[in-house]
């Protein structure tokens, strides 16, 4: 009788739990290249029909990226026609097959083992499959997450699809650590003009092997999550558009129980039928403050820290630098639940500002330290700054804020736009980190390094910035009183 009347609290849990799978393999897919990344370097420089060059390298980490912007762009269409879950089917079928691929491009078409410029295209196309279903998950996990849960705690439930992003990075932080076990990563010795050369000391093993077994582990919660995801639901939102309002009834019911499944179902089929509205009826601001937002949250540089963790503390002089990357993944994980428990006590703006600021110290701590053996402690505390700082701030407070700034007649349009060009300034700050980090102005300086981290932690200062004189605050807000702050604005 209890589960009639209040609904079952355990089948929510586990249906949240299978589709934040889908932001864990997020998290899984674009952080794996970090480990794997020298010892894929390593492999390709033995190419003998081409030069694998640093500017090769720098596309060839970030080409996942590619497909998550065509992956975010097709998921609306895909969602509306397939449905949410066969839609995150088809993202677990992404990432399975992408793992595998990558794992061994040589399979049916190349003797394996032997790199040439037509494996690296091969491994690309593998690698830009997988980045279709990064985008399928990061824009339909969250929504799923979002059609199911009670209104009462919809925000918070939301907030664990990022907790599960970042978890998923650490997780593979640690598989990667284990893979690679007493082995070390190749040592790349730069020659100039971005051609490189692998140390005669270096380990054949990750050089031949390693970097496979770090690409094709993601295949284990790959299959596990495209196996789930076909015994949850499909969401009462959907089902609805779809004319099937009693299977949507059926699981409001046993989500909320009898009475209250009702009353929602009225108000899903009200917010069906609601108006649409042109993209710029609430003027030109408010798009571009929800853009600016995802350009910040990228160009500040992050993604090139999470990438490339190990070759940074390996640059630093760390004798084991997989172990300070699984220290920065926990240190990441604390830092996330500080902000999921806090958005709503603090409010958006302050997290952000603070965590802009507490960035740019890190990252300038890093640009005046690096190349510094006595100062190493230094650098390594400030990237982990830098890192924990993004966390608490604009890792999830980005998301919580394109999910609310829109009014609700123009947020599937705009929200689209958004996470685009959240899409396409993460590929270009991955692929420009090496080449820009490598840069010299004399030959064995550290000009591009702290080039590099001097240029996020300014970007960082003008992020702090953007953030004060722009956005609003909308925590305790409703969507309605955001449409009548924009009209105001406009």
């Known amino acids: 009788m209890k589960n009639e009347l209040q609904g079952s609290k355990s089948y929510l849990f586990s249906i949240v ?3 934040v799978l889908g932001g864990l393999l997020f998290g899984y897919d674009t952080a794996v290249i970090s480990g794997a990344e020298k010892g894929l370097q390593a492999f390709f420089m033995g190419a003998g029909d081409f030069t694998y060059t640093d500017t090769f390298h720098g596309f060839t980490c970030s080409s996942a990226l590619i497909g998550c912007i065509i992956g975010s762009a097709l998921s609306g269409f895909l969602a509306s026609n397939l449905g949410r879950k066969r839609a995150l089917i088809l993202a677990g079928l992404l990432f399975f097959i992408s793992a595998l691929g990558s794992m061994q491009p040589e399979f049916l078409f190349y003797e394996k083992g032997v790199p040439t410029f037509s494996l690296l295209i091969t491994f690309n196309i593998y690698r830009v499959i997988g980045g279709i279903g990064v985008g399928l998950a990061s824009a339909i996990c969250p929504m799923y997450i979002a059609e199911v849960a009670p209104s009462n705690i919809r925000g918070t439930l939301v907030s664990w699809n990022q907790f599960a992003i970042i978890f998923g990075q650490l997780v593979v932080y640690f598989v990667n650590f284990l893979i690679l076990g007493e082995h070390t990563n190749p040592v790349i010795e730069s020659i100039g003009k971005g051609v490189n050369q692998v140390a005669a000391s270096s380990d054949p093993w990750t050089i031949s092997t390693g970097w496979r077994y770090m690409f094709g582990s993601e295949a284990v919660p790959a299959g596990l999550f495209a196996l789930l995801i076909c015994f949850v639901p499909e969401t009462p939102r ?51 403050v929800g853009i600016m937002l995802s350009v ?13 963790a190990p070759r940074i503390f390996s640059d630093m002089g760390m004798d084991k630098p997989m172990v300070q990357t699984v220290i920065m993944g926990v240190v990441n994980i604390l830092f996330t639940l500080v902000a999921i428990f806090t958005v709503e006590k603090w409010g958006r703006k302050p997290l952000l500002i603070t ?5 740019a110290i890190g990252a300038f701590g890093v640009a005046i330290t690096f190349g510094n053996e006595s100062l190493s402690i230094i650098t390594m505390l400030s990237i982990m700054v830098y890192s924990a700082s993004f966390m608490m701030s604009w890792g999830p407070i980005c998301w919580v804020l394109i999910s609310e700034i829109f009014p609700n007649t123009i947020r599937g349009a705009a929200v689209a736009i958004a996470v685009a060009f959240q899409w396409i300034f993460n590929w270009i700050v991955s692929s420009s980190f090496v080449p820009m980090f490598n840069m010299h102005l004399t030959p064995g300086d550290d000009f591009g390094h702290w080039f590099t981290y001097g240029l996020y932690g300014t970007l960082c200062i003008v992020a702090a ?25 406009k």
């Open 238 to 288: 959907y089902l609805v558009m779809i004319g099937e309002d009693n299977k949507a009834l059926r699981i409001l019911s046993r989500i909320n129980g009898s009475a209250r499944g009702e009353s929602i179902l009225q108000e899903i089929k009200d917010t069906i039928t609601v108006k649409t509205e042109k993209l710029f009826t609430y003027g030109v601001l408010v798009i571009f």
């Open 17 to 19: 739990l299978v589709a």
């Open 296 to 308: 910040f949250q990228q160009i500040v540089g992050i993604n090139a820290v999470l990438y490339y």
């Open 355 to 359: 965590g802009s600021i507490g960035m």
């Open 465 to 489: 910035l953007f953030v004060w004189r722009l956005v609003p605050e909308t925590k305790g807000k409703t969507l309605e009183d955001m449409s009548k702050l924009w009209k105001k604005e």
